[in-house]
């Protein structure tokens, strides 16, 4: 160990740290350090602590200790004294005794039973009753301390005096337990401690002296290095690391999904948060008792509480198609369709409404549409659920669309999101036939991700579509889950700055 280059190479701060912990005999807080070192910030001994543990010169420890502070009505009984206290004072002004009227002058009307119960606990007064009145009469204990602070007082004081300060809890228990009197906290504390390696380098003459630290214009402009010594710059210690600010990943993730469907041709749309049940629900042949639309499913709106919908045509076509299927060739729902149900505001609880809503206003192929956005469901918030989240929603409109080419676009889209294995199983959906979800392999498990398959003729056929549309609705989400290796799904909306750092984007 070069111990002359250690020395030539320990900032002016540095150096009056370890000089102070020597004068303290090589253990002390960080407090006694700034007081004894005369130092002009606390942060200059954390900072000089640091480094010189880093150079294992000192050790820092840090504990948790529990200490007390006084309360909003603690630093009011210091001000105007215990109710108690008062109590006393009026009982001994009245001649040693007071009716408990009489109290209504020096105490709030709340005061009243806590001071009675003091009183009483403290041995202070004794309280009897004379006809209808409730008398109170100093005893021996009360005249004695009426001149005297008793321990609830001096600890006040001293809590005054000394905020943070650790007491005998124990012995104060009935202090500590009234209400907003005395306040309990816990606060990090720390020593600062010389190592063998410390103490051999302070054996040495170390000089605190004016030494260039940095090398500036001024400095270089001047030529103080000519009567003023550079300290020596270690390029092996530790420094901080530099973070630049920079996306947040899932902010990435949504613009590469956003690159991969605009590379494959596909033109991206919006919608609203707000909807009617009839394009959010009835439009896409959802029946209107489908478990999913009650509300314990679904958020409804007060304001507003309904949507009109213009187009009565259309009102008219759905309303068939649910009731017997219109000219679909479908039996529909088998009940009667309910205008006022479909006129319900809710918060979007899919996509599928911006697409559905797209198709009957461009009813001619082809088209090729998709959208990324938030959706809105009654889910309890768990490590896979949240109750707001992203869906990518798509469609493919064309008259030689087939289930083989949706196949294929699936396929392709987790291809380039990364993922080797990917499969596909039947499903049902109200609004779709045939229908199918996506898997991908992931960490040794098949992973579920969202749901496909061709609009039923009953979604199309209202709006004057003709021809095969094919629609998908995937979670973000999971699949963000999936990408950045994370276990719980609500780490994507916390601040956890060690995260949003060390993902790489």
């Known amino acids: 160990m070069d111990i002359d280059k250690i020395i030539r190479e320990l900032s002016s701060l540095e150096k009056r740290v370890l000089l102070t912990l020597h004068d303290l ?11 004894k070192g005369n130092f002009s910030q606390h942060v200059e001994v954390m900072n000089a602590a640091s480094w010189l543990q880093a150079k294992q010169l000192v050790k820092v420890e840090e504990h948790v200790k529990t200490v007390y502070v006084l309360g909003n009505e603690g630093e009011d009984f210091l001000e105007h004294g215990l109710p108690e206290r008062r109590a006393l004072n009026k009982i001994i002004e009245l001649g040693g005794s007071a009716r408990l009227q009489d109290l209504l002058s020096i105490l709030k ?32 204990s009360g005249k004695t301390i009426i001149d005297k602070e008793d321990e609830d007082e001096k600890i006040l004081r001293f809590l005054s005096d000394h905020p943070n300060s650790v007491i005998d809890k124990e012995k104060y228990i009935h202090l500590v337990s009234r209400k ?15 190592t063998e390696k410390g103490r051999q380098l302070l ?6 002296q004016d030494e260039i630290t940095q090398i500036t214009d001024k400095v270089i402009k001047e030529k103080s290095w000519e009567h003023k010594p550079i300290r020596p710059y270690d390029v092996s210690a530790f420094a901080p690391g530099v973070h630049g600010g920079k996306l947040h ?19 991206e749309i919006a919608g609203d948060f707000v909807e009617s049940s009839f394009w959010n629900m009835d439009v896409l042949f959802i029946p ?14 007060k304001q507003p509480g ?61 088209a090729k549409i998709f959208s990324i956005g938030q959706v809105f469901r009654k889910e309890n918030i768990d490590a896979t659920h949240l109750p707001v989240f992203y869906q990518i929603e798509g469609i493919v409109h064309d008259e030689h669309a087939t289930f083989r080419q949706l196949i294929g676009i699936l396929f392709e889209f987790y291809k380039r999101m ?18 199918m979800e996506i898997e991908v392999y992931w960490n040794g498990n098949w992973m579920e991700l969202g749901g496909s398959g061709i609009f039923r003729p009953e979604v199309t056929e209202p709006g004057g579509i003709k021809a095969p549309v094919l629609a998908w609705g995937l979670g973000l989400e999971r699949l963000a889950m999936l990408k950045f290796g994370l276990q719980d799904i609500r780490k994507l909306y916390q601040s956890d700055f060690d995260w949003l750092r060390n993902t790489p984007l």
Not at 112 to 129: E, F, M, N, S, Y
Not at 180 to 194: D, H, P, R, S, Y
Request: net charge negative; with cysteine; proline share 6%.
């Open 306 to 366: 309904s949507i009109e919908i213009k187009d009565e045509d259309i009102i008219e076509k759905i309303a068939e198609v649910h009731k017997n299927g219109g000219s679909t060739g479908s039996d529909g729902w088998r009940y009667d369709f309910s205008k006022e149900e479909g006129k319900r505001a809710l918060l979007r609880t899919h996509t599928t409404v911006n697409t559905i809503r797209y198709l009957y206003e461009h009813p001619t192929p082809p």
């Open 203 to 208: 054996k040495k003459d170390i000089k605190i």
């Open 180 to 194: 907003n009197v005395v306040k309990e906290k816990e606060i990090v504390a720390g020593v600062i401690q010389l």
């Open 249 to 267: 990943p899932f902010n990435v993730l949504i613009d590469d999904i956003r690159q991969i469907f605009l590379e494959m041709g596909f033109q």
């Open 25 to 35: 005999d090589g253990k002390a807080s960080p407090e006694d350090i700034f007081e």
């Open 418 to 435: 990364g993922f080797e294995k990917i499969r596909f199983r039947p499903a049902y959906f109200p609004y779709t036939e045939p229908s």
């Open 288 to 301: 209107q008792d489908h478990p999913a639309r009650e509300m314990q499913d679904t958020f409804y709106c």
């Open 109 to 140: 009307q709340h005061e009243i039973p806590v001071a009675i119960g003091w009183l009483k606990q403290k041995g202070w007064a004794t309280i009897t009753k004379q006809g209808s009145d409730t008398v109170l009469t100093a005893t021996e």
